[in-house]
Nanobody
């Protein structure tokens, strides 16, 4: 499956962005989907994941209550709504897909496919 992330940009602190991840090649209805981010000079870190039907979602503590992950399997899309953005949210955001058998969803190694990343910059 190929993943294409989009929706990043420059926004002021307190603003919002909605990231999209378009999947192609295969349907994603059997994949756990996730978002990670990597800030300059830092390791890539887990942000959020969503189960197959979207019934369960998981978030890193740093974004709980501000970001919301969702998916539309019919459109082969995954989204990350980001509200109340902070300068420390500045990073490249990557979408990822985990095919069965699924791994530990907060770990990079669990994911089999990655998008190219989209830059999010939050100014203070």
């Amino acid at each position: 499956v190929q993943l294409q992330a989009s929706g990043g940009g420059l926004v002021q602190a307190g603003g919002s962005l909605r990231l999209s991840c378009a999947a192609s090649g295969r349907t994603i209805d059997s994949y756990i989907m996730a978002w990670f981010r990597q800030a300059p000079g830092k390791e890539r870190e887990f942000m959020s994941a969503i189960t197959l039907s979207g019934s369960r979602t998981y978030y890193a503590d740093s974004i709980k209550g501000r970001f919301t992950i969702s998916r539309d399997n019919a459109k082969n899309m995954v989204y990350l709504q980001m509200n109340a953005l902070k300068p420390e949210d500045t990073a490249i955001y990557y979408c990822a897909a985990d095919r069965p058998p699924w791994g530990l969803l907060t770990t990079i190694g669990a994911y089999d496919y990655w998008g190219q990343g989209t830059q999010v910059t939050v100014s203070s």
